[in-house]
């Protein structure tokens, strides 16, 4: 039982060690670069701040609308190109009861991470003064000059969410301040699933396509991450994003 425990021990920390090499390798090339995630869920902004392309709360990186909410590209398209027009809107909010969390009506929006019934009181008054300064920090990162990515996560993606994607991304790449831009889409998939029509839809749009199945049937990535199998799907899709930002930087 001891050799065992301290085998484990071993892995744990030759795992920490390797997963903080890859981090700091990451920050370094890429510090100078804004990463701003559309969504359409918070699993690129986790991934992006995991693993060193985006800083994290504890380097004072605030989170934007779009980090840790649920937003599909029709409505992440429609927020934008209408400027978050009635997104904080009382009249356009309700409160999911059972699943003890709020919702845009207007937007199909889930704020998910905002939990419980105090965030639907007075008006929505807690949700609003959480959502509304990153509303207005994606505003400001709107208007940056510098290098900025925008990165954007589908899920079993068909052909409606695929132009919904591309629509977004040319809007932004469009809109954007940024002198330097990068527009990249993750696509991830359910295991054994195809590649639908990625290329046709996306690849000649100056938009970036990052593109990997689940590693197993019952995956979950927010649940199943830090397994050997979450881990190694991770890897490989930060070794595909860094391969898309290495040809961007050069």
Same mark, same amino acid.
Request: aromatic fraction near 10%; glycine fraction near 4%.
């Given at each position: ?25 990451? /920050? $370094?090339?890429? #510090?100078?670069?804004?990463?701003? &995630?559309?969504?359409? %869920?918070?699993? *690129?902004?986790?991934? !992006?701040?995991?693993?060193? /392309? $985006?800083?994290? #709360?504890?380097?004072?990186?605030? &989170?934007?609308?779009? %980090?840790?909410? *649920?937003?599909?590209? !029709? ?176």
């Amino acid at each position: 039982m001891r050799e065992r425990s301290v085998s484990l021990l071993d892995q744990a920390f030759s795992r920490m060690i390797d997963e903080a090499k890859i981090r700091h390798d990451n /920050f $370094k090339h890429h #510090a100078d670069w804004k990463y701003i &995630s559309l969504g359409e %869920d918070c699993f *690129v902004r986790s991934l !992006a701040t995991r693993w060193g /392309f $985006k800083k994290s #709360a504890a380097l004072g990186a605030k &989170s934007g609308p779009f %980090d840790l909410a *649920v937003h599909p590209p !029709a409505a992440l398209l429609s927020i934008l190109q209408n400027d978050f027009d009635g997104y904080m809107d009382p009249s356009n909010l309700k409160y999911i009861g059972n699943m003890k969390y709020c919702m845009n009506t207007r937007y199909r929006s889930v704020f998910n991470h905002e939990v419980g019934p105090e965030y639907a009181e007075n008006d929505f008054e807690k949700l609003r003064n959480v959502i509304t300064p990153r509303v207005e920090r994606f505003r400001a990162d709107f208007e940056d000059d510098g290098k900025v990515c925008y990165i954007v996560r589908i899920h079993k993606a068909d052909d409606e969410k695929w132009h919904k994607t591309a629509e977004l991304l040319q809007f932004i790449r469009d809109k954007s301040a940024a002198r330097n831009l990068a527009l990249i889409c993750v696509s991830t998939r359910e295991h054994g699933a195809q590649h639908i029509c990625a290329p046709k839809v996306i690849g000649e749009s100056g938009i970036h396509v990052v593109e990997h199945a689940y590693p197993h049937e019952k995956y979950v990535w927010h649940v199943n991450n830090r397994s050997d199998a979450g881990l190694s799907f991770e890897r490989e899709v930060v070794r595909q994003l860094r391969a898309v930002m290495d040809r961007i930087a050069a």
